[in-house]
């Protein structure tokens, strides 16, 4: 099994921890970013996601072997503690407490991530502190059943406020859902798949969407019911049969900083149109699409594609050297066997921490 369902004390440990951590006068709690000072809430919304994955991959592995007791962190620590640190920190077993014999990071993951990974600085002190063990970088995810469809239903605090409410009969958190949370393990990374798989995106290098293909109607290229080209397409190549390697444009005539981002593996018969700076796919049998960084994609007989790649963000510019799978890629090489299925690592890590 690779899910859990979240408790209410489990909410509860979680809640607690991120009070004790607002009410230490030797923290700072000001924003990051903002210098803003940040309030109970915005120190519980900063925790909450995260303290809840690692307290479900800890339920998940006890369900995997009961007979050891994984012990997560929940002590207030100083910064430079806390980053040389697993995040599971200690096991009991047999009476006996002892390190942990795997070096194991939890981490969030949510359905809008596009790339998984570490800074370089992040990865270089993991396998500082990990020293001669084994590193597993967990990845998780948690969902919740909305009410009609409304995300904002399911904030966990919301949930939370709500559960507390209904055992004293109150009625200010009501629109929010009935607290339900549950944790997944999506997939396991470790350190080899991170240096075998990922890409070093350097400082100063874009960031990129990896949704890169959606489709569009035919109207966005020819009128009169598909007999007449648009005026204001610039370009049509058609490629028969084709079988190699095709440099596909950016949107917005950024300049690519690397060939492998932009060089894609192509197989199929189609068409490329470019309109303004944009690049468009005609697919006239099946085409296969595989790029080393963005993975797979298999574009469908008789349909029209955007090709988006594009940077993400108002400053796509990265601060810091950083090692990233595209997270879409990351299920297609557990597909391939190329990365270890969650399920078998999750039994090697339960009999072997």
């Not at 950024?254 to 944009?278: H, M, N, Q, R, V």
């Amino acid at each position: 099994m690779n899910y859990y369902k979240l408790t209410l004390e489990d909410f509860k440990r979680v809640f607690e921890f991120g009070t004790n951590y607002y009410i230490d006068p030797s923290k700072n709690t000001t924003g990051r970013t903002t210098g803003e000072p940040r309030g109970l809430g915005a120190i519980l919304d900063a925790f909450t996601l995260g303290k809840l994955t690692e307290i479900g991959v800890e339920k998940i592995l006890w369900e995997h072997n009961n007979h050891k007791k994984y012990i997560l962190d929940f002590d207030i620590k100083s910064n430079s503690q806390v980053k040389d640190e697993p995040d599971i920190i200690q096991i009991n077993e047999s009476q006996i407490s002892r390190e942990p014999n795997i070096f194991i990071e939890i981490k969030n993951t949510s359905d809008n991530d596009r790339w998984i990974g570490l800074t370089e600085e992040q990865f270089n002190t993991i396998k500082r502190s990990a020293e001669n063990r084994k590193i597993y970088m967990i990845y998780a995810s948690i969902h919740s059943d909305t009410i009609e469809n409304n995300p904002k239903t399911t904030d966990l605090t919301g949930m939370f406020f709500k559960e507390i409410e209904d055992q004293n009969k109150s009625v200010i958190f009501q629109k929010f859902a009935s607290l339900n949370a549950k944790c997944k393990i999506e997939f396991i990374i470790s350190s080899d798949d991170l240096i075998n798989f990922a890409f070093p995106f350097e400082r100063g290098m874009n960031m990129y969407e990896t949704n890169l293909f959606e489709e569009k109607k035919i109207t966005s290229f020819y009128s009169q019911g598909g007999t007449k080209i648009r005026k204001d397409i610039l370009n049509i190549k058609e490629f028969n049969k084709f079988n190699g390697i095709k440099k596909l444009e950016i949107s917005n005539g950024i300049l690519i900083e690397k060939k492998e981002i932009s060089e894609f593996e192509i197989k199929g018969d189609f068409k490329l149109i470019t309109k303004k700076k944009k690049t468009y796919i005609e697919c006239l049998s099946d085409v296969f699409i595989k790029n080393e960084i963005f993975g797979k994609f298999q574009l469908k007989s008789k349909k029209f594609y955007s090709f988006n790649l594009a940077t993400v963000g108002r400053d796509p510019k990265l601060k810091r050297n950083n090692l990233f799978i595209a997270k879409n890629r990351i299920y297609q090489l557990i597909d391939d066997q190329s990365i270890r299925n969650p399920q078998d690592i999750l039994v090697e890590i339960a009999n072997n921490i």
